[in-house]
């Protein structure tokens, strides 16, 4: 069974940074997206950023600029660089996977939680004014 362990989260002031990681467990990560999102408290989940098989990085228009992903297939590991936090950015985050997929994938299809097959337990971040 395929794992998504996140970490990396905590408390910092607004204007800081942290890089939250995610390591997957099992075989053919290379195969995948992956991507983040994060449920601010009493919101919707909400898409943050993703990177696809090939190497494609789509991103949510209120962290554009701010936050990076990267992937380390031979890790298994995909990272999420965060800078210049927002109180805004106080959030669970997540990440997540697809399955075996296409090589390039739309921006609009990574954006979208129905494609991930498996997600991690989320880390929180807290974002202080």
């Known amino acids: 069974q395929v794992q998504l362990v996140e970490s990396g989260g905590g408390l910092v002031q607004a204007g800081g940074s942290l890089r939250l990681s995610c390591v997957a467990s099992g075989r053919g990560f290379s195969d995948v997206a992956v991507g983040w999102f994060r449920q601010p408290p009493g919101k919707e989940r909400e898409f943050v950023a993703a990177?696809?098989?090939?190497?494609?990085?789509y991103y949510a228009d209120s962290v554009k600029d701010r936050f990076s992903i990267s992937r380390n297939n031979a890790k298994n590991t995909v990272s999420l660089q965060m800078n210049s936090l927002k109180v805004d950015d106080t959030a669970v985050y997540y990440c997540?996977?697809?399955?075996?997929?296409?090589?390039?994938?739309?921006?609009?299809?990574?954006?979208?939680?129905?494609?991930?097959?498996?997600w991690g337990q989320g880390t929180q971040v807290t974002v202080s004014s």
């Open positions: 990177i696809s098989r090939g190497g494609e990085i």
């Open positions: 997540a996977k697809t399955p075996r997929i296409a090589y390039f994938a739309s921006r609009d299809y990574l954006m979208s939680q129905n494609v991930y097959s498996t």
